[in-house]
T-cell receptor, first 113, second 115 residues
Framework: QKEVEQNSGPLSVPEGAIASLNCTYS??????FFWYRQYSGKSPELIMF????GDKEDGRFTAQLNKASQYVSLLIRDSQPSDSATYLC?????????????FGTGTRLQVTL | GAVVSQHPSWVICKSGTSVKIECRSL??????MFWYRQFPKQSLMLMAT?????????EQGVEKDKFLINHASLTLSTLTVTSAHPEDSSFYIC???????????FGPGTRLTVT
């Protein structure tokens, strides 16, 4: 079983719609959860992170965390063509100074006109 | 967010030579930096954790004698690929950890091509 699992996609949504990206993780001791966006040929860019159960909103982005179900999601409202990218879910086991991130393989999002 | 730079952005070298990649945190001090490698259409693979003033911690399967890491200051970590071979051609990305929740900010990456 992979430690962090994501559907590889592509997930295709029309412009203006809500894109829903999902991620599950295997280690119940995971403390922090991150969403990164990676455009083709570029390095990952941090979108947001969450560490408490529930929702966290930042502009058009909402992260949702359910530790009991070991599930974290990212909602993108009013999707734009510029949102087309690969979205990486990452999980950290602890918050110590050397905490590593474990990445999923990413979900490719395509926002169509 | 925090800014991390990398140099060079791309490099082409001949097989058997060594290449050094620099990673700098520009507006903050980073006691811990990370080095990743990414092959086309694959996810990030953590190579090593770089700690300021101490030896790097390498992930299983990564040859520490081939990928030399030096974290000599709070703002600079370097990765040297020694005796590079074509199979080392990849996208190398560094990141720096900023705060207690573990979020990492990535540099723009270095594309290495070994001919």
């Amino acid at each position: 079983q992979k430690e962090v699992e994501q559907n590889s996609g592509p997930l295709s949504v029309p412009e203006g719609a809500i894109a829903s990206l999902n991620c599950t993780y295997s280690d119940r001791g995971s403390q922090s959860f991150f969403w990164y966006r990676q455009y083709s040929g570029k390095s990952p860019e941090l979108i947001m992170f969450i560490y408490s159960n529930g929702d966290k909103e930042d502009g058009r982005f909402t992260a949702q965390l359910n530790k009991a179900s070991q599930y974290v999601s990212l909602l993108i409202r009013d999707s734009q063509p510029s949102d087309s990218a690969t979205y990486l879910c990452a999980v950290s086991l602890n918050t110590g100074t050397a905490s590593k991130l474990t990445f999923g393989t990413g979900t490719r999002l395509q926002v169509t006109l | 967010g925090a800014v991390v730079s990398q140099h060079p952005s791309w490099v082409i070298c001949k097989s058997g030579t060594s290449v050094k990649i620099e990673c700098r945190s520009l507006d903050f001090q980073a006691t811990t930096m990370f080095w990743y490698r990414q092959f086309p259409k694959q996810s990030l693979m953590l190579m090593a954790t770089s700690n300021e003033g101490s030896k790097a911690t390498y992930e299983q399967g990564v040859e520490k004698d081939k990928f030399l890491i030096n974290h000599a200051s709070l703002t600079l970590s370097t990765l040297t690929v020694t005796s590079a071979h074509p199979e080392d051609s990849s996208f190398y990305i560094c990141s720096a950890r900023v705060s207690g929740w573990g979020e990492q900010y990535f540099g723009p990456g270095t594309r290495l091509t070994v001919t």
